[in-house]
């Protein structure tokens, strides 16, 4: 980050009509002294920030170009931010160590993909069987999530916000269809993360592959299996042109992605910036929540229209139920290994508790008693 001086023009006309001014005064005594002293030259601060995502990548740029938009606004063009997008800096997964080392003052990714760094950073993204999206929310904002991802962040020299929510995601295409635990065994299929580490536990191969590459290797049978989004970004990649099994999400029910901030970056903002910076984080991100739900809506109503073949399954109660224990077994391991991973843990599945019963009280009995399902005529 680095301040930068304006105004000089406007000091100078400032100066030149004090002159003019003085120079038709004859009396130069008191009323000289009289004329104010010009305010203290404004400062623009500039954030340059680093995001996993090309620039031209649907839902995800438009937020860090939203959030750059607002900022500057919202501060009358004092506070700035340069998006540099993976195209250019060539390093989409080093964004945590460019913002960690200062290189770059902010970052737009996932906290889930440093998961190799600290695991507990696992927990601010998503979690199998975890928090739908307004829990979460209501988790970070109002119950504690917050100040658990800054005690995680911390060590690293940054603040981690809530960088926008992709909604329940997708199971996958499959090619296939899934009845038994035995047609998991040796299904190849692209998933990373955790949820690629539950999957093996029950005989599937977690192959991650290169976005670009995704369509090609399900098409030419190098994979059997894909996960990506849903609808949103689904649709953009065509996956429904080759695999006829959609199935429903276990895995992310609320992909919520990250701003990173260096810490020192944020320190050399006034106190107004940086509440200026908060505001337009948290509308960005609640922004993409529900863009991506209009986009969700929007493309899988024009999946279903063109390629009406696609069929949507729900994993049988056999796999759902083997997918939980594993995923709570290894939550389980990671909370006896880690004192902080065990406080994480604990205050998301003590607000899980409340907040999932006034869910099934509210939403879902509202879309269980509907007549029609939830739809108007
Ligand atoms: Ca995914």
Not at 283 to 295: F, G, K, L, N
Not at 334 to 354: G, T
Request: proline fraction near 6%; hydrophobic fraction near 40%; charge should be negative.
């Amino acid at each position: 980050m680095y301040p930068v001086k304006v105004g000089k023009l406007s000091v100078f006309v400032v100066f030149l009509l004090m002159a003019v001014l003085l120079a038709g005064c004859n009396d130069t005594g008191p009323k000289a002294a009289a004329v104010k002293a010009p305010p203290p030259e404004p400062t623009v601060y500039k954030l340059r920030l680093a995001q996993t995502w090309a620039e031209n990548a649907p839902i995800f740029a438009e937020t860090t170009a939203n959030l750059a938009q607002m900022v500057n606004q919202l501060s009358d063009g004092q506070l700035q931010i340069e998006v540099v997008s993976a195209n250019q800096h060539k390093k989409p997964f080093g964004v945590f160590d460019m913002v960690k080392s200062g290189e770059y003052d902010m970052g737009h990714s996932a906290s889930y993909y440093w998961k190799d760094v600290d695991f507990n950073m696992l927990f601010f993204t998503t979690v199998p069987f975890g928090m739908l999206p307004q829990e979460q929310y209501a988790w970070f904002y109002h119950g504690g999530g917050l100040e658990l991802t800054q005690k995680v962040y911390s060590k690293h020299n940054m603040l981690s916000f809530p960088g926008g929510n992709t909604g329940n995601q997708m199971g996958g295409w499959f090619r296939k269809e899934i009845n038994t635990l035995e047609d998991l065994k040796g299904l190849r299929m692209r998933v990373p993360g955790f949820a690629g580490a539950v999957l093996q536990e029950l005989g599937v191969e977690p192959i991650n592959l290169p976005p670009g590459e995704l369509y090609q290797a399900m098409d030419e049978g190098r994979i059997d299996a894909l996960e990506w989004v849903g609808p949103s970004l689904d649709l953009g990649m065509r996956f429904h042109e080759i695999a006829r099994f959609y199935y429903t999400g276990w895995h992310e029910p609320a992909t919520e992605l990250q701003f990173l901030i260096n810490q020192d970056s944020w320190k050399r903002l006034p106190e107004r910036l940086q509440k200026v910076l908060q505001i337009a984080m948290r509308t960005s991100a609640y922004d993409m929540y529900i863009q991506s739900t209009y986009e969700s809506a929007q493309n899988w109503s024009t999946i279903q229209v063109e390629y009406p073949g696609v069929q949507i399954r729900t994993f049988s109660p056999e796999i759902l139920q083997a997918l939980y224990d594993v995923t709570e077994e290894q939550l389980k391991a990671r909370a006896n290994e880690d004192p902080l991973a065990r406080e994480v843990l604990d205050s998301q599945s003590r607000f899980l508790w409340k907040a999932r019963r006034w869910t099934r009280i509210s939403d879902q009995a509202y879309l269980n008693s509907h007549p029609r399902g939830g739809l108007r005529k």
